[in-house]
């Protein structure tokens, strides 16, 4: 391991599982259910919905999504524990980006429940409908990218905000292993 880099390895699953809840939620924004009129024999007329797959999808970049953030914040245990970081740029970074990709995690995770829970109801459900012109309701387009997008910026505030912790935590071991050039303030006797 580079000094102040990281571990190469924590980068990797890091990314591996963001790219993995990505395309989850790309593949569950491209299966979303869409419903049809179907009039049955009494002449009542109600949606009928098709596969439930992207539900799963959802669930799946949600579980992922959240998979990464625990490793990055057990790792660094969530930056509250473990070894103090040094003052400076690059601990001032790593707050920023500590603060940032919580941001950007609670509004992913936000958009993947949502759109696997509106998903889910609109397939589960089935309403009577007597009106002439009814659509059948579905999740709206973009529900399951917002998520996927959110998805890619907290997989790079991660990695900014990983690779600035190990910098500052290195530096803090650095600056406390230096032979030190103080005067030493012992007494006279």
Not at 15 to 40: H, K, P
């Amino acid at each position: 391991m580079v000094e102040g880099k990281g571990s190469t390895l924590v980068h990797i699953l890091a990314v591996a599982l963001c790219l993995t809840a990505f395309g989850f939620a790309i593949a569950a924004e491209r299966r979303r259910s869409t419903g049809t009129i179907v009039t049955d024999i009494r002449n009542a007329t109600y949606c009928v919905y098709d596969s439930d797959v992207a539900t799963g999808y959802g669930v799946g970049a949600f579980l992922f999504l959240l998979s990464s953030q625990s490793l990055i914040m057990g790792v660094t245990k969530c930056m509250c524990f473990g070894k103090p970081l040094a003052p400076g740029g690059n601990r001032a970074w790593s707050i920023i980006y500590f603060a940032s990709s919580w941001l950007t995690f609670l509004i992913a995770e936000a958009c993947l429940t949502a759109g696997a829970t509106k998903n889910a109801y609109h397939t589960k459900y089935r309403h009577m409908v007597y009106a002439q012109n009814w659509t059948c309701e579905s999740l709206r387009k973009g529900v399951f990218i917002a998520g996927a997008v959110f998805v890619v910026f907290t997989m790079i505030l991660n990695v900014y905000y990983y690779m600035y912790f190990a910098k500052a935590t290195s530096q803090s071991a650095r600056k406390t292993n230096k032979a030190s050039s103080t005067v030493g303030m012992a007494s006279y006797a």
